[in-house]
């Protein structure tokens, strides 16, 4: 039977609650009663495999990242704060986020003959994003699947230091005048496409326990896949320190 058009919300609420409560026990979705805290934010705690695409330059003659460290990835740590400003109905939160991460990666330095100099090379990136992110909660909210896709799209930026054990390198020409430095910035684009798990379909009573104690709504494990391009946006002069790679980690709702 149809519910009448004029039948107030909190009438619809107080006939969920003639509900056996044995029934209630396997209900996933979100509380009809709203029970939960305040939800404002997603804080993420990701971890990366990455390897910047210094070698990708078009026009480069060889593979000098390649050749001083190597073809393997390097741990990249980010943390990441959303500001979940806005919530579209039936579709889930919109708003900016911020994100920032370091990875290094160093080796042994080589003499212009190829042997080994005793010292060490080093290449430090520290990468940020601000990014619009996108999650469609309503997918677990309203359909209670306990998988949440998301989206983001905005601009990249990385500090990057190249160096050895006396410090950021230098090249200087014949009079002793400094004219390149082993330290830059880069800007670029951020993508991302991922999919949470939401921890509370697997233990919902231990969730609801930690919103009680600590403010926080939702607990998740993520995956994404994200294109980091800092490219200078195809000016040709940033060293490209960005990546194509994947990420996995936790999100925290409060």
């Known amino acids: 039977m149809k519910t009448p058009i004029g039948i107030s919300g909190a009438a619809v609420a107080l006939s969920l609650l003639t509900i056996a409560p044995d029934a ?12 939960e805290s305040a939800q404002n934010f997603a804080f993420e705690l990701r971890f990366s495999p990455y390897r910047p695409q210094i070698d990708d ?17 390097r741990l990249l740590i980010q943390l990441e704060l959303d500001w979940q400003m806005l919530r ?15 990875t290094t990666m160093s080796a042994d330095s080589k ?12 290449l430090s990136i520290y990468p940020f994003h601000l990014s619009g992110v996108l999650r469609a909660d309503a997918v677990w ?18 500090h990057w230091r190249a160096g050895n054990s006396g410090g950021t390198s230098k090249v200087k020409d014949a009079a002793g005048n400094v004219i390149a430095s082993g330290r830059g910035n880069s800007v670029g684009s951020n993508a991302a496409l991922g999919v949470e798990l939401v921890l509370e379909a697997l233990d919902r009573g231990s969730v609801r326990n930690l919103d009680s104690a600590t403010g926080i709504n939702h607990a998740y494990v993520f995956a994404e896949y994200y294109l980091l391009t800092l490219n200078g ?3 040709g002069d940033s060293l490209r320190v960005g990546t194509k790679s994947w990420a996995m980690g936790l999100t925290f709702e409060f």
């Open 141 to 158: 909210r309203e359909a209670r699947i306990p998988l949440i896709p998301y989206a983001k799209l905005g601009v990249g930026y990385a």
């Open 111 to 122: 003499t212009l003959s190829g042997k080994e100099s005793g010292d060490e090379t080093f």
């Open 233 to 235: 946006f195809g000016a």
């Open 24 to 35: 209630a026990a396997f209900d996933f979705g979100t509380p009809a009663n709203k029970t």
């Open 88 to 102: 579209i109905p039936h579709v889930g939160t919109l708003g900016p986020g911020v994100a920032v991460g370091y």
């Open 57 to 73: 330059e078009p026009g480069l003659t060889g593979a000098p990242f390649t050749q001083t460290f190597g073809s393997a990835r």
